[in-house]
């Protein structure tokens, strides 16, 4: 049985007067712009341009006036566990009294949220921040999916340190098999031993794992790559245990890496996301002024603007 596909239609709230109320009576007089447009509108109509043809260049003129305002970041989730929010996300939201999330995808408030649960996070768990900054600055995410010729765009015309190559070809070797698949313990075991972390898509939220498993919190089923890097997922998570080893050892002290105000601000952006639900959200940058909407199949959403 097929499931079928779900739109979710937001758009900017309209300041355009009606033409009509809805008991069918003539609306308020309308700005003088508004009377402009409609004659415009009459006009092409009368030259039998189609409703099409006026849909897709109207469309054309906000996006290009789109193009001088910054973007709008939208939350969306990506996985088929569906878009829900953890308790702990959930308490944080009432406490700023932000509500009907669902509805406002884009609203600068939920953004925020996200971004400042981010830097909670960091404070109870340093140790995060510390791992991140070394991936973000080092890129060892690209670094690791280079040396293992994974596909993965743009990343074989990045250059890397050469020292910093050595270091990621023995981690390599260290955490993969002779076939070049990842162990199933590269990112830990259980203190039981009874089963690898990351086979494991623990019910329990981003932050109480990382309680029970601060050494190995990068197993945690929310933690992902971006969407265009999926195949990826291991290879991300990885990068963070290599981040670990970095951190270890005077030899490394080189790539320690101090605060960077912007940065920082997309780490806790990215933290927040993983801290916020047990699935996996994503956020997506699309141009200001124009409509969306947010297609939904088997659970798993997708932003469509175009």
């Not at 981010?118 to 140790?127: E, L």
């Not at 050494?215 to 969407?227: K, T």
């Not at 912007?262 to 699309?286: C, K, N, P």
């Amino acid at each position: 049985m097929t499931t079928p596909m779900t739109t979710i239609n937001y758009s900017i709230r309209s300041s355009f007067q009606p033409l009509h109320t809805s008991d069918g009576r003539k609306a308020a007089q309308p700005s003088p712009n508004e009377v402009k447009f409609d004659q415009v509108v009459k006009a092409l109509l009368e030259e039998n341009h189609t409703h099409r043809d006026l849909k897709l260049r109207l469309h054309q003129i906000v996006v290009e006036e789109a193009q001088k305002l910054p973007p709008i970041k939208v939350v969306f989730g990506p996985d088929h566990g569906g878009f829900r929010f953890s308790k702990e996300f959930n308490a944080f939201l009432d406490s700023r009294s932000i509500r009907d999330y669902y509805s406002h995808r884009s609203d600068p408030a939920l953004i925020q949220a996200i971004s400042d649960f981010g830097r909670f996070i960091c404070d109870k768990f340093p140790f995060i921040l510390d791992e991140m900054r070394i991936v973000y600055r080092w890129k060892l995410d690209k670094l690791l999916a280079k040396i293992r010729k994974e596909f993965c765009r743009d990343v074989e015309e990045m250059e890397f340190n050469l020292d910093l190559v050595a270091e990621a070809t023995s981690f390599i070797k260290q955490m993969c098999n002779t076939d070049g698949r990842w162990k199933k313990d590269c990112l830990g075991t259980f203190p039981n031993g009874e089963r690898s972390i990351y086979d494991d898509e623990p019910e329990v939220s981003f932050m109480s794992f990382t309680e029970m498993h601060p050494d190995f919190w990068m197993a945690h089923y929310s933690v992902g790559p971006d969407e265009s890097y999926r195949s990826q997922n291991i290879t991300f998570k990885a990068s963070f245990r290599f981040a670990r080893v970095l951190l270890q050892g005077g030899e490394h002290a080189r790539y320690r890496v101090a605060s960077v105000g912007v940065q920082d601000a997309m780490i806790y952006e990215r933290i927040g996301l993983f801290g916020a639900t047990s699935s996996r959200l994503a956020i997506e940058s699309i141009p200001a002024l124009v409509d969306f909407s947010i297609d939904e199949y088997d659970g798993a959403e997708s932003v469509n603007w175009r």
